[in-house]
């Protein structure tokens, strides 16, 4: 009995392993199959015969795309259109009773043939004298054309020709998460190239006394120097001009969109300046916390804080304490949908806003007339 036992589990054993090596065999002939017949199943593949029709399997990183290989092909694609751009200014010096020349350093990035440059306003600002870099290593004076303190954009001329142009891209269009590539001249480094992610988009900064709107934020490392610098895609196309950082913490850089930049280049070429629209007001998203701090029945919407003197709000008959729930009947909740509507507009054109005043039952309906932005108003 127990040698019959013994006989069939051996079997049983000896069964399971023909199984494992058939079934091994079956699948390797399906898989190869497979892979031959489709080879972008397993990207990283590529397949070989022989002539004895083997097939082999060889690790392809030169041909599968990869995100090394786009960010060399970005970076040659994008670099040459990158300039070093040098500003000198006099300064007097009253202790002493003469003037001093200080030379502030940044980026720019050529986006026309014609020697047209995209930079910060901050790096050319009250500069006598503008000296513009090229990939060659020519040295160029440079002109500004036009420039936009508001949304810290300027443009540059230079008298050259047939140059490498970068495109902008598409901003509103990112994701976040999705990989960047900055090039500038950090410290005088020149076409320093770093790599990061969209950290966030349509980030309202407070700097000063103004407000910038519309920022990307990146991790990719941004340090004095590459102000002015483009940020671009994977697919080569300058999707942000590269602004500032927060000194206080790492991986924390901020750059204008594309969107902005297309908005105040096309604005300068047609006028020689950029005028974003304006009404007036400084808001809060309103909470609940909020409404019980100033003394107002909660209603989801935004907050009226403060009415600026003589500005298009006041004129309209806005007040403070109003709660805006609608513009143009599209509902919001947060004081950034707001700005981003406003700024969707030109200076002129009339908005309307439907508003909760305190004390009062129904709603009321307030058109305002865009006004121009000052330059210190955020």
């Known amino acids: 009995m127990e040698d ?10 000896i069964a399971l392993i023909i199984g494992i090596i058939i079934g091994s065999i079956i699948g390797g002939i399906f898989g190869t199959y497979l ?33 090394e290989n786009a960010i060399v092909n970005v970076v040659n694609a994008v670099s040459p259109s990158v300039a070093r751009i040098v500003s000198t200014k006099e300064v007097v ?4 009773l003469q003037t001093e020349q200080q030379q502030g ?15 910060n306003y901050h790096v050319i600002e009250d500069a006598d004298k503008i000296e513009v870099t090229l990939s060659s290593g020519k040295t160029c004076k440079g002109v500004v054309i036009g420039s936009d303190p508001i949304s810290d954009v300027a443009l540059v001329q230079i008298d050259e020709k047939n140059l490498p142009a970068a495109k902008l891209g598409d901003s509103t269009k990112l994701k976040v998460g999705q990989y960047v590539v900055a090039i500038g001249n950090p410290y005088g480094l020149d076409h320093t190239v770093t790599t990061g992610v969209i950290s966030a988009l349509e980030r309202n900064i ?39 950082i927060y000194s206080q913490a790492q991986g924390l850089g901020f750059a204008v969109s594309a969107d902005t930049c297309k908005k105040v280049v096309d604005s300068i070429k047609k006028t020689g300046k950029m005028e974003w629209p304006y009404i007036g ?23 009226v804080i403060r009415v600026m003197p003589g500005s298009p709000a006041e004129n309209a008959g806005i007040e403070q304490g109003d709660i805006i729930i609608s513009i143009d009947g599209v509902s919001v909740d947060t004081s950034d949908e707001f700005l981003k509507i406003v700024r969707s507009h030109k200076v002129g054109d009339s908005i309307m ?26």
């Open 353 to 378: 806003l439907e508003v909760k005043r305190k004390n009062i039952n129904e709603m009321i309906k307030l058109k305002i007339t865009l006004g121009v932005q000052p330059a210190s108003a955020g």
């Open 35 to 67: 892979v031959f017949q489709n080879p972008t199943i397993f990207p990283w593949a590529k397949v070989h015969t022989t002539d004895e029709q083997q097939i082999e399997y060889v690790l392809s990183s030169n041909d599968a795309p990869s995100i």
């Open 93 to 96: 010096d009253f202790f002493f």
């Open 206 to 244: 407070n700097i000063g006394n103004k407000t910038m709107y519309g920022i990307i934020q990146t991790d990719a490392a941004i340090n004095p120097g590459n102000s002015g610098g483009p940020l671009v895609n994977l697919e080569g196309e300058v999707v942000g001009i590269n602004t500032m």
């Open 4 to 13: 019959m036992e013994k006989a069939t589990k051996k079997n049983w054993v």
């Open 105 to 119: 350093l940044g980026s720019g990035v050529i986006i026309d043939p014609d020697g047209l440059i995209l930079t």
């Open 281 to 303: 007001i400084e808001l809060a998203t309103m909470t609940e916390e909020l409404a019980g701090k100033v003394n107002l029945e909660y209603v989801p919407g935004i907050v």
